[in-house]
């Protein structure tokens, strides 16, 4: 019997930066025994095991769940193969752009079972247990399936789901790089505290807690970012003058968009 307590059990194809990130969260809450595949070494806490490729699999161990972070690039023949030697369990792929049509290619398609595939993209704020997932679930996914997806998923952060598996593509642009953007933020505030004249230990500080206690203000709030914006804005003071700047339309609103275009079409181009 299963402890209800403990998150669905895992094979974890690729331990790397996402794959970490999800780990350690899952690790925190409570996993049943799970393996993780890797070629890089892994520190494991017991039971969960550390294997460097599918001949290693244990014999004894069929996972609720397989986890595919792998980069898409490189996923088709460890797909392929892990699908052939655990046929009818789930995957959930955290794989940019890799469409369920050419993740079932890789898979089930030797086993006679239809491919039962969810799509997740996180990011790595789950590390800390504040990641943000948008999942999508493929047409043979039971809900038991999407179930223990989600409360893996939802183990590490908020989690949402979509309709139509495009928006996948959306969804990587605007939260699973989201966190990215964020940080060049932060390395140009300190840059720009910095050449202003500030000791680069105090314009470090200064962005990184700005960022983090801005990132509590709207996680708590139900304000619009925009009515945050505007109580920080005294008309003709400090921000109106740094905004006016940003917020020209060749500026913030234009980079923006084109940004989030870019990201939307690479993830676009990964599918094929
Ligand atoms: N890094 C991020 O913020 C996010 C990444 N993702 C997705 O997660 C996936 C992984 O990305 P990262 O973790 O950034 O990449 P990564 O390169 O840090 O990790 C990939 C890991 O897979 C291992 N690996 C690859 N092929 C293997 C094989 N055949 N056998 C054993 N181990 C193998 C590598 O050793 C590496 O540790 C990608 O598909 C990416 O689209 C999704 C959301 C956010
Ligand atoms: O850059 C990438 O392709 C992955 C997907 C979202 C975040 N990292």
Not at 11 to 24: H, I, P, S, Y
Not at 25 to 36: A, D, F, K
Not at 195 to 203: E, I, K, S, V, W
Request: hydrophobic share 40%; aromatic share 4%.
């Amino acid at each position: 019997m299963h402890d209800t307590r403990l998150l669905p059990s895992v094979l974890l194809a690729g331990c790397g930066k996402m794959g970490t990130a999800m780990l350690e969260g899952w690790l925190s809450q409570g996993l049943r025994p799970s393996v993780i595949l890797d070629r890089h070494d892994q520190t494991l806490p017991h039971p969960h095991r550390h294997i460097r490729q599918t001949e290693e699999l244990p014999a004894d161990f069929i996972p609720d769940v397989i986890v595919m972070a792998v980069k898409p690039q490189t996923s088709d023949s460890l797909l392929h193969q892990l699908t052939r030697h655990f046929a009818g369990v789930p995957v959930l792929s955290l794989m940019a752009g890799r469409t369920l049509e050419s993740l079932s290619q890789h898979s089930f398609a030797h086993t006679g079972h239809p491919p039962a595939i969810i799509r997740a993209m996180p990011n790595t704020p789950c590390a800390l247990g504040v990641g943000m997932t948008g999942l999508y679930a493929g047409p043979h996914v039971t809900e038991q399936q999407k179930h223990d997806c989600e409360k893996l998923a939802g183990a590490v952060g908020k989690t949402i789901w979509v309709e139509q598996e495009s928006q996948m593509d959306i969804v990587t642009a605007v939260s699973g790089s989201g966190p990215a953007y964020v940080f060049l933020l932060a390395e140009l505030l300190e840059k720009a505290g910095i050449d202003q004249g500030l000791p680069p230990h105090t314009a470090r500080e200064l962005a990184r807690q700005t960022i983090y206690g801005a990132g509590c203000l709207l996680s708590h709030s139900t304000l619009d970012a925009a009515e945050l914006r505007t109580r920080v804005t005294s008309p003709g003071g400090t921000t109106a003058a740094a905004l006016n700047v940003f917020m020209a339309p060749d500026a913030w609103p234009d980079t923006v968009t084109k940004a989030i275009q870019a990201a939307v079409s690479r993830s676009e181009k990964l599918a094929s």
